[in-house]
């Protein structure tokens, strides 16, 4: 079997990513019924992306000749006000972009790995200066104004 450190690396991305992405559609629909559709969308998308994310490092584990099991997840908040929602997705952003770049490194040699595991910190990183992005913006015309925006 390949680089077993890469694997379990991997197992904990498809755990904590399908994770992420259940919690990314729970938060979509609390946006949904709050009347926010862009950033319902938005969330719903995200969920998509990630679930996309989950299959393909699933597939990379089984070209490895690792057999990925479906780990425990643990529970994590809702939060109903979308701020307070960017916040804390930001934070968890930045928390995974340090430590993907640590599991990057793992990779060595093995190129697809690699690829695979860049283009996820790419989507990541999009999402965290999206956040920033949004963060600043509120910032700059008030939450109120924000928030009209996300209808």
Do not use: C
Request: net charge negative; charged share 30%; hydrophobic share 40%.
């Amino acid at each position: 079997m390949a680089n077993e450190n890469l694997i379990k690396a991997m197992q904990m991305i498809v755990d904590e990513l399908s994770q992420q992405a259940d919690g990314h559609m729970i938060q979509s629909k609390v946006f949904a019924s709050e009347g926010f559709s862009k950033l319902a969308e938005k969330y719903a998308e995200h969920a998509e992306e990630e679930r996309g994310f989950v299959a393909r490092f699933i597939e990379r584990m089984l070209d490895l000749g690792a057999v990925p099991v479906n780990g425990d997840k643990k529970a994590s908040q809702t939060i109903t006000d979308p701020v307070e929602w960017l916040e804390y997705d930001h934070k968890v952003s930045v928390y995974g972009l340090n430590s993907l770049k640590e599991i990057m490194k793992m990779a060595g040699d093995d190129i697809t790995s690699y690829e695979l595991l860049k283009e996820y910190y790419m989507d990541e990183e999009e999402d965290m200066y999206w956040a920033e992005e949004q963060l600043d913006l509120i910032e700059m015309i008030g939450k109120q104004n924000w928030l009209v925006k996300q209808m």
